[in-house]
Protein backbone atom coordinates (compact mmCIF):
# COMPACT_ATOMS: atom_id res chain seq x y z
CA UNK A 1 0.00 0.00 0.00
CA UNK A 2 1.37 3.29 -0.65
CA UNK A 3 1.66 6.03 1.77
CA UNK A 4 -0.32 9.08 2.37
CA UNK A 5 2.65 11.35 1.50
CA UNK A 6 2.89 9.65 -1.93
CA UNK A 7 -0.91 9.77 -2.31
CA UNK A 8 -0.43 13.18 -2.25
CA UNK A 9 2.40 13.54 -4.23
CA UNK A 10 0.56 12.10 -6.93
CA UNK A 11 -2.41 14.23 -6.61
CA UNK A 12 0.47 16.96 -6.93
CA UNK A 13 1.56 15.26 -9.93
CA UNK A 14 -1.65 15.09 -11.91
CA UNK A 15 -2.46 18.39 -10.61
CA UNK A 16 0.55 19.46 -12.29
CA UNK A 17 0.25 17.91 -15.30
CA UNK A 18 -3.37 19.03 -15.90
CA UNK A 19 -5.11 16.02 -15.50
CA UNK A 20 -8.46 17.26 -13.75
CA UNK A 21 -11.56 14.87 -15.16
CA UNK A 22 -12.68 11.99 -12.97
CA UNK A 23 -12.64 9.14 -15.78
CA UNK A 24 -8.70 9.99 -16.63
CA UNK A 25 -7.66 10.93 -13.11
CA UNK A 26 -8.79 7.11 -11.74
CA UNK A 27 -7.24 5.41 -14.67
CA UNK A 28 -3.71 7.35 -13.77
CA UNK A 29 -3.90 6.57 -10.44
CA UNK A 30 -4.85 3.32 -10.80
CA UNK A 31 -2.03 2.40 -12.94
CA UNK A 32 0.53 4.31 -10.71
CA UNK A 33 -0.36 2.79 -8.00
CA UNK A 34 -0.47 -0.95 -9.49
CA UNK A 35 2.86 -0.64 -11.58
CA UNK A 36 4.41 1.86 -8.81
CA UNK A 37 3.82 -2.16 -5.99
CA UNK A 38 4.28 -4.89 -8.96
CA UNK A 39 7.30 -3.20 -10.40
CA UNK A 40 8.70 -3.50 -6.90
CA UNK A 41 9.92 0.18 -7.02
CA UNK A 42 8.87 0.99 -4.16
CA UNK A 43 10.87 -1.93 -2.75
CA UNK A 44 13.99 -0.42 -4.54
CA UNK A 45 13.68 2.88 -2.78
CA UNK A 46 12.53 4.61 -5.37
CA UNK A 47 10.60 7.72 -4.08
CA UNK A 48 7.52 8.48 -5.62
CA UNK A 49 7.94 11.61 -7.33
CA UNK A 50 11.36 9.77 -9.17
CA UNK A 51 9.16 7.25 -10.13
CA UNK A 52 6.48 9.89 -11.61
CA UNK A 53 8.92 12.05 -14.01
CA UNK A 54 10.59 9.27 -15.04
CA UNK A 55 8.53 5.92 -14.84
CA UNK A 56 5.04 7.16 -15.89
CA UNK A 57 5.53 10.41 -17.96
CA UNK A 58 7.59 8.99 -20.11
CA UNK A 59 5.56 5.88 -20.53
CA UNK A 60 3.18 8.14 -21.98
CA UNK A 61 4.48 10.06 -24.52
CA UNK A 62 5.55 12.59 -21.30
CA UNK A 63 3.30 15.71 -20.78
CA UNK A 64 2.19 16.16 -24.18
CA UNK A 65 1.10 12.71 -24.69
CA UNK A 66 -0.71 12.51 -21.87
CA UNK A 67 -3.01 16.11 -23.25
CA UNK A 68 -2.97 13.95 -26.41
CA UNK A 69 -4.59 11.30 -24.36
CA UNK A 70 -7.12 13.33 -22.84
CA UNK A 71 -8.03 15.45 -26.23
CA UNK A 72 -8.46 11.68 -27.50
CA UNK A 73 -10.85 10.88 -25.24
CA UNK A 74 -13.00 13.36 -25.15
CA UNK A 75 -13.39 13.55 -28.79
CA UNK A 76 -14.18 10.12 -28.48
CA UNK A 77 -16.80 10.73 -26.22
CA UNK A 78 -18.31 13.22 -27.64
CA UNK A 79 -19.02 11.90 -30.91
CA UNK A 80 -20.13 8.80 -29.06
CA UNK A 81 -23.08 11.65 -27.36
CA UNK A 82 -23.30 13.73 -30.81
CA UNK A 83 -24.65 10.31 -32.78
CA UNK A 84 -26.84 9.49 -29.57
CA UNK A 85 -28.35 13.26 -29.27
CA UNK A 86 -28.95 12.72 -33.36
CA UNK A 87 -30.86 9.87 -32.75
CA UNK A 88 -32.70 11.26 -29.88
CA UNK A 89 -33.77 13.91 -32.13
CA UNK A 90 -34.57 11.88 -34.66
CA UNK A 91 -36.97 9.48 -33.22
CA UNK A 92 -39.62 12.49 -32.77
CA UNK A 93 -39.85 11.88 -36.37
CA UNK A 94 -40.05 8.37 -36.30
CA UNK A 95 -43.75 6.39 -35.35
CA UNK A 96 -44.98 6.33 -32.63
CA UNK A 97 -42.64 9.69 -31.34
CA UNK A 98 -43.72 12.00 -34.38
CA UNK A 99 -47.20 11.84 -32.39
CA UNK A 100 -45.66 13.82 -29.91
CA UNK A 101 -44.18 16.38 -32.55
CA UNK A 102 -47.34 17.34 -34.45
CA UNK A 103 -48.90 17.45 -31.11
CA UNK A 104 -46.30 20.18 -30.31
CA UNK A 105 -46.95 21.94 -33.40
CA UNK A 106 -50.46 21.75 -32.83
CA UNK A 107 -50.73 23.21 -29.58
CA UNK A 108 -48.27 26.09 -30.99
CA UNK A 109 -50.64 26.89 -33.62
CA UNK A 110 -53.62 27.04 -31.87
CA UNK A 111 -52.04 29.54 -29.02
CA UNK A 112 -50.82 31.75 -31.65
CA UNK A 113 -54.08 31.43 -32.77
CA UNK A 114 -55.48 32.32 -28.82
CA UNK A 115 -53.22 34.79 -27.42
CA UNK A 116 -50.92 37.37 -28.24
CA UNK A 117 -48.21 35.58 -30.94
CA UNK A 118 -45.02 37.67 -29.63
CA UNK A 119 -45.42 36.97 -25.57
CA UNK A 120 -46.16 33.28 -26.83
CA UNK A 121 -43.26 32.94 -29.13
CA UNK A 122 -40.89 34.29 -26.61
CA UNK A 123 -42.22 32.56 -23.77
CA UNK A 124 -41.78 29.30 -25.30
CA UNK A 125 -38.50 30.03 -26.23
CA UNK A 126 -37.26 31.13 -23.00
CA UNK A 127 -38.92 27.89 -21.92
CA UNK A 128 -37.31 25.44 -24.59
CA UNK A 129 -33.91 27.04 -23.96
CA UNK A 130 -33.64 28.17 -20.25
CA UNK A 131 -34.62 24.76 -18.63
CA UNK A 132 -31.64 22.99 -20.28
CA UNK A 133 -29.20 25.29 -19.77
CA UNK A 134 -30.35 25.69 -15.70
CA UNK A 135 -31.01 22.05 -15.50
CA UNK A 136 -26.92 21.75 -16.70
CA UNK A 137 -25.82 24.48 -15.02
CA UNK A 138 -26.95 22.91 -12.27
CA UNK A 139 -25.76 19.50 -12.81
CA UNK A 140 -22.38 20.85 -13.24
CA UNK A 141 -22.34 22.38 -9.80
CA UNK A 142 -23.92 19.44 -8.01
CA UNK A 143 -21.10 17.17 -9.36
CA UNK A 144 -18.45 19.66 -8.49
CA UNK A 145 -19.40 20.43 -4.95
CA UNK A 146 -19.87 16.69 -4.54
CA UNK A 147 -16.38 16.76 -5.46
CA UNK A 148 -15.45 18.82 -2.53
CA UNK A 149 -16.96 17.02 0.08
CA UNK A 150 -15.83 13.96 -0.94
CA UNK A 151 -11.82 15.56 -1.53
CA UNK A 152 -11.54 14.22 -4.39
CA UNK A 153 -8.59 16.61 -6.40
CA UNK A 154 -10.86 17.16 -9.49
CA UNK A 155 -13.91 18.52 -10.28
CA UNK A 156 -15.33 17.48 -14.02
CA UNK A 157 -15.95 14.75 -16.29
CA UNK A 158 -15.53 13.60 -19.44
CA UNK A 159 -19.16 12.17 -19.45
CA UNK A 160 -20.26 15.04 -18.26
CA UNK A 161 -18.49 17.58 -19.84
CA UNK A 162 -19.37 15.67 -23.67
CA UNK A 163 -22.94 16.44 -22.26
CA UNK A 164 -22.92 19.52 -21.48
CA UNK A 165 -21.26 20.76 -24.81
CA UNK A 166 -24.86 20.31 -26.69
CA UNK A 167 -25.66 23.16 -24.54
CA UNK A 168 -24.20 25.40 -26.77
CA UNK A 169 -26.60 24.36 -29.54
CA UNK A 170 -29.15 25.48 -27.07
CA UNK A 171 -27.83 28.69 -26.72
CA UNK A 172 -27.68 29.09 -30.50
CA UNK A 173 -31.00 28.58 -30.71
CA UNK A 174 -31.29 31.20 -27.88
CA UNK A 175 -30.26 33.96 -30.14
CA UNK A 176 -33.28 33.42 -32.92
CA UNK A 177 -35.50 36.43 -31.80
CA UNK A 178 -32.04 38.52 -31.89
CA UNK A 179 -31.51 37.08 -35.48
CA UNK A 180 -35.33 37.96 -36.42
CA UNK A 181 -34.61 41.35 -35.43
CA UNK A 182 -31.47 41.64 -37.49
CA UNK A 183 -33.66 40.23 -40.28
CA UNK A 184 -36.83 42.23 -40.13
CA UNK A 185 -36.86 44.92 -37.90
CA UNK A 186 -37.46 45.60 -34.47
CA UNK A 187 -41.53 44.31 -35.24
CA UNK A 188 -40.85 41.62 -36.50
CA UNK A 189 -43.90 39.93 -34.02
CA UNK A 190 -46.06 42.91 -33.42
CA UNK A 191 -48.64 42.39 -35.49
CA UNK A 192 -51.88 41.45 -33.91
CA UNK A 193 -53.10 39.14 -36.96
CA UNK A 194 -49.89 37.33 -38.25
CA UNK A 195 -51.05 35.61 -41.74
CA UNK A 196 -51.71 31.94 -41.12
CA UNK A 197 -48.50 31.17 -42.82
CA UNK A 198 -46.07 33.11 -40.49
CA UNK A 199 -48.00 31.19 -37.60
CA UNK A 200 -46.98 27.97 -39.69
CA UNK A 201 -43.95 28.71 -39.84
CA UNK A 202 -43.52 29.50 -36.04
CA UNK A 203 -44.82 26.65 -34.87
CA UNK A 204 -42.73 24.99 -37.05
CA UNK A 205 -40.07 26.43 -35.51
CA UNK A 206 -41.01 26.17 -31.74
CA UNK A 207 -41.69 22.28 -32.14
CA UNK A 208 -38.07 21.80 -33.52
CA UNK A 209 -36.98 23.64 -30.75
CA UNK A 210 -38.70 21.97 -28.30
CA UNK A 211 -37.57 18.67 -29.66
CA UNK A 212 -34.15 19.81 -29.58
CA UNK A 213 -34.46 20.74 -26.00
CA UNK A 214 -36.49 16.68 -25.56
CA UNK A 215 -33.41 15.28 -27.27
CA UNK A 216 -30.82 17.00 -25.36
CA UNK A 217 -32.66 16.06 -22.08
CA UNK A 218 -32.91 12.82 -22.74
CA UNK A 219 -29.11 12.67 -23.46
CA UNK A 220 -28.56 13.63 -19.83
CA UNK A 221 -30.75 11.24 -18.57
CA UNK A 222 -28.78 8.84 -20.41
CA UNK A 223 -25.40 9.72 -19.36
CA UNK A 224 -25.01 13.04 -17.11
CA UNK A 225 -24.03 12.15 -13.60
CA UNK A 226 -25.21 14.76 -10.96
CA UNK A 227 -22.70 12.89 -8.23
CA UNK A 228 -19.57 10.72 -8.13
CA UNK A 229 -19.73 6.80 -9.17
CA UNK A 230 -19.75 4.73 -6.57
CA UNK A 231 -16.20 3.28 -7.03
CA UNK A 232 -13.31 6.15 -7.22
CA UNK A 233 -9.94 5.72 -7.20
CA UNK A 234 -7.67 7.89 -4.72
Not at 117 to 122: A, C, D, N, S, T
Not at 179 to 190: A, C, H, N, S, T
Request: glycine share 4%.
Amino acid sequence: MITEAQNKEIHRFFKLIQVREQEIYDEFYDHVVSDYESQSFAESGMDMKHYLQHEFLPAFGGTEGIKKIIKSRNRHTQTIYRAQFKSNFRNYFRWPMILVAFSLYLIFYKTFQLFEVKEVFLWSLILATGVPILLGMAGYLSFMINCKVQKKPYYSSIKNNGVLVHILIISWLAQVPNWLKILFGEDYLISSTPTPIIMVLMSIGLTLMVIVTLAYLKLMRQNFEFKLSTYEAG
